[in-house]
């Protein structure tokens, strides 16, 4: 089945600013609450919010075999299940309705006034349930780095980091919404002054510029899939900032990995962009050498995307300091063989699933995707506008991560992933 939504000459009736985000050729889903209170799963174009629930109400999915209440819910789940049949036919319709030459709801008033939400009207929730998350680790220069600042530069990668997408498995519950605060975490660390460990708020809190990936249901348990199946289940793609303690996470990981520095929190943007919306900027990723085994050897070209990624820090004042700037093409090793290992076991993997890219750093040093890169294990403090410095992130800090594709005929945006740092938390006595 064609994409029609892709069509790069397509116009809308909405009036929507030239460079925005959220073009006709875009159509991502979420799910808002409107000013009366009521939960929907929508779309977005421009600076409108599309409510999907009245929409389909209202007749203009005709034709689409779609249950009563497929959009009247609090998550994308149930319609991610369905498959990307159903995706793209949605997707399309939507295009279709929105054609600036199609007079269907652009001249009917009454159900426009239903149907469409000013952003400045709604509120983004949560997009899905997610039942399990894991956190890959597939940014060659980002480990690379990382094993340099603890390790030095001969044990810098792992011995097993060139064979196979390494992950983790991360906390589900703590994954929040773009524009949900989050709280300095506490925990214990062991500090260069003191030969016993102590606790107490993180001194060294660390943004990571990650994207992360939402499945369909995959697999039956026991059963892996292959390599050239595993994009077919892959429904979309969010900004992804998965905080992290430094000091934390430097005192407790060995031997199991990540766990209290990790779990405290996790951003995602709000709108899923589907990779359909995406195939315009399939791009080559890095060469993989030496070459991966058979299972996770890609039998064809185009695996990874051109997605340039930014990072701020705004501070108390408004000011916004550019942190990094890099790129998803980056990544070593490339969604589908994330999926493809993650199943190789047996393991399975649900519709909601969310499974972050790892921190994304490119080969320089204005392109690496932490702090603790940025600042070289702390050795070199980041000036911003205001005459301040940082290590790592203070009380009060705002970091927002943006994120677009852009080519000679089209331009599609995820918009941000934005999330202020609150002091930690004391109980009243």
């Known amino acids: 089945m064609k994409i029609l939504a892709n069509n790069p000459s397509k116009k809308t009736w909405l009036d929507i600013d030239k460079g925005s985000d959220f073009p006709i050729q875009n159509i991502p889903f979420g799910v808002f609450i409107t000013k009366d209170d009521i939960i929907t799963i929508g779309t977005r174009i421009g600076e409108y919010a599309i409510d999907l629930g009245a929409f389909h109400q209202l007749g203009y999915f005709n034709g689409i075999p779609l249950t009563d209440d497929i959009f009247m819910q609090d998550s994308l789940n149930d ?242 300091n550019l942190l990094s700037e890099t790129n998803f093409k980056h990544l070593y090793w490339t969604m589908g063989q994330q999926l493809t290992h993650h199943t190789s076991n047996g393991c399975n993997v649900k519709a909601g699933d969310l499974m972050g890219s790892g921190t994304i750093s490119g080969p320089t040093k204005e392109s690496y995707g932490s702090m603790l890169e940025l600042t070289w294990g702390s050795k070199n403090a980041i000036t911003l506008k205001d005459g301040s410095t940082r290590l790592f992130f203070d009380d009060n800090d705002k970091v927002i991560i943006r994120g677009y594709c852009q080519n000679k005929e089209a331009s599609i945006g995820f918009g941000e992933c934005t999330t202020k740092i609150l002091p930690t938390f004391n109980r009243k006595k």
């Open 79 to 320: 319609f991610i299940s369905d498959g990307r049949k159903t995706w793209r036919l949605v997707r399309n319709r939507i295009s279709e309705v929105f054609d600036a030459e199609n007079p269907i709801l652009r001249d009917n008033m009454a159900h426009r006034g239903i149907i469409i939400f000013d952003m400045n009207e709604i509120e983004m929730l949560l997009p899905i349930y997610v039942g399990d998350y894991t956190d890959f680790y597939s940014s060659k220069e980002h480990a690379t780095n990382v094993g340099e600042i603890f390790r030095g530069k001969d044990n810098a990668l792992m011995p097993n980091w060139l064979h196979m997408p390494i992950g983790y498995h991360g906390r589900a519950s703590s994954i929040v919404v773009s524009g949900t605060s989050i709280r300095r975490p506490s925990g214990q660390m062991m500090n260069s002054s003191s030969e016993s460990p102590v606790f107490g708020p993180t001194q060294k809190l660390d943004m990571e510029i990650e994207m992360a990936f939402i499945t369909t249901d995959v697999n039956n348990l026991g059963e892996p899939i292959a390599i050239e199946e595993a994009n077919e289940y892959i429904f979309g793609m969010v900004l992804f900032n998965d905080w992290s303690a430094r000091d934390i996470q430097k005192w407790e990981y060995a031997p199991l990995g990540p766990f209290l520095g990790k779990s405290f929190a996790s951003t995602i943007s709000p709108w899923i962009v589907t990779m359909d919306a995406l195939e315009p900027f399939k791009c080559e990723g890095p060469v993989q050498t030496p070459e991966p085994l058979s299972y996770l050897k890609h039998k064809k070209n185009g695996n990874s995307f051109d997605i340039k990624l930014q990072a701020f820090l705004e501070t108390k004042n408004g000011d916004a």
